[in-house]
Structures are given as C-alpha cells and as structure tokens.
C-alpha cells in the first residue's frame, strides 16, 4: 500500500502561482510513476503531469505545458507541482497518484493509488 496526502492548495487570484505537495508512504516510493491530475465540479478527472520513478521523464497535458512543472524527490517521498500563471479554467480539486505500470500516464485507471486532494481555486 501507498498512502498519499496532497497539500498546498489554495485560493489564488489569476496570474498568481501555487506549489502543490504530495507526500508519500509506505511502499517504495522511488518504485513508483507519479501523477497530478484534477477534476473541477461537473467534469471528469483529467490528466495534469506526469514524472517517471527516475524523474528523468515528465509529461503534461497541453493544457498546462508551459505553466506547470512536476518534479520528485525521492528522498523525502515527495512529488511537487509547481503551478504559475494561474487561469480560473485551472480551479478544481487536484489529485495526485501513484502509478507502477510503464506507461499511460495519462490514463486514470492505470494509476493504483490516490490521494484525498486538495482544492485550488483561482479568481478572476
């Protein structure tokens, strides 16, 4: 078992910028693929970023390329989401998860565990 606990999240006027944590535990977190993903009130959960165990690798969705930086540490057991130049289309209840397949990064039910969330909202 994974245990995930988002944190970071908040309320945040346009433009403004918000770092996202997720600490894991339990198993090997270094083992692991790391996703961000986020679901605002009506819509279905949709890919945001993802990283590799290595950290070597990251994937974003268009939506947020260019804005959005995922990184690691695996030693804390810590996967961040660095979140700039905020839009109000950004607010919704962020989630990140856990992943031990080699890839579909983007698609939710390949991602075994999951953290609580943790709301953003941005003000236009």
């Known amino acids: 078992q994974v245990q995930l606990v988002e944190s970071g999240g908040g309320l945040v006027q346009a433009g403004g910028s918000l770092r996202l944590s997720c600490a894991a535990s339990?198993?090997?977190?270094?083992?692991?693929?790391m996703g961000w993903f986020r679901q605002a009130p009506g819509k279905e959960r949709e890919f945001v970023a993802a990283?590799?165990?290595?950290?070597?690798?990251?994937f974003y969705s268009d939506s947020v390329k260019g804005r959005f930086t995922i990184s690691r540490d695996n030693v804390e057991s810590t996967v961040y989401l660095q979140m700039n130049s905020l839009k109000p289309g950004d607010t919704a209840v962020y989630y990140c998860?856990?992943?031990?397949?080699?890839?579909?990064?983007?698609?939710?039910?390949?991602?075994?565990?999951w953290g609580q969330g943790t709301q953003v909202t941005v003000s236009s």
């Open positions: 339990g198993r090997t977190f270094s083992a692991y693929n």
């Open positions: 998860a856990a992943s031990d397949k080699g890839s579909g990064y983007r698609i939710t039910d390949l991602y075994n565990y």
């Open positions: 990283i590799r165990w290595t950290g070597g690798n990251t």
